[in-house]
């Protein structure tokens, strides 16, 4: 099978979603991005699909409650020992 041609930009017509796909740039710490491939290759999709998957869904979750308690687990704990 040939493999599909993607310029940098350009639109992918061929999609499950029904919608064509336009490349896109985002910043994330290299720890986002290892988290975010792995889960990607646990999921058997590639990252633009993982992505299209969980944007569809953000509905569903309570980003902000998942953003806090992700952050507080990085601060020390305030308990003296």
Do not use: C, Y
Not at 6 to 28: A, E
């Amino acid at each position: 099978m040939p493999a599909l041609s993607r310029p940098m930009g350009g639109r992918t017509p061929h999609t499950p979603w029904g919608s064509s796909k336009v490349q896109r740039t985002i910043s994330i710490t290299d720890e986002a991005w290892e988290l975010w491939t792995a889960a990607a290759m646990k999921a058997g999709v590639n990252r633009s699909e993982l992505f299209e998957v969980m944007a569809r869904s953000v509905g569903q979750l309570d980003v902000l409650h998942l953003r806090t308690g992700l952050l507080s687990d990085l601060m020390p704990s305030s308990s003296g020992g």
